[in-house]
């Protein structure tokens, strides 16, 4: 796995699927405003992909789906529950949203995904604990394509 760390927007990253660091869905996506990652999303893909996930219903802390890309030039989105009902991340819910994601790339057949920083947001955990976390986990799994972990440069 070709693994690295970028500086710039996740949205413009050059690879078949995004990650965007959602919640547990339980809470309709319409009565969400989403923030950060989810928000700029939200702005450039369109309603589309949220539309896609509120039919999923709710998601397992940690855990992985797939919609369409929207208006966005990806062949998807990844949407990963990274935060717990308290809007917070922990080390388990970014090690196994990270987790989940490669292994639904891989399920795909994406060659290319980029992932933020999951949870250092809205989640509190920080940029550094964060990613320290996710490159540990990324180094125990098997992914044959190429691996960005995108730090937001705005």
């Known amino acids: 796995m070709n693994i690295q760390v970028v500086e710039g927007d996740l949205l413009e990253q050059d690879v078949d699927a995004i990650v965007n660091a959602w919640n547990r869905n339980i809470i309709p996506w319409w ?3 989403p923030q950060g990652v989810s928000g700029a999303i939200k702005r450039r893909a369109g309603l589309e992909p949220f539309k896609e996930l509120g039919r999923m219903g709710p998601i397992a802390l940690g855990d992985a ?6 208006r966005l030039p990806h062949r998807a ?17 970014v090690r196994s949203s990270t987790r989940n994601a490669l292994a639904l790339a891989a399920e795909r057949g994406f ?18 604990r964060v990613l320290k976390w996710m490159q540990d986990e ?3 799994l098997e992914f044959a394509g190429k691996v ?7």
């Open 31 to 33: 009565l969400l405003i």
């Open 65 to 70: 789906v797939l919609t369409g890309p929207g």
């Open 77 to 93: 989105i990844i949407h990963v529950a990274g935060i717990n009902m308290l809007w917070r991340a922990s080390e388990f819910s």
């Open 111 to 128: 060659e290319s995904v980029a992932l933020p920083l999951i949870g250092a947001g809205s989640g509190g955990k920080g940029q550094a």
């Open 138 to 140: 990324l180094q125990g």
């Open 148 to 154: 960005l972990i995108v730090r937001f440069k705005g």
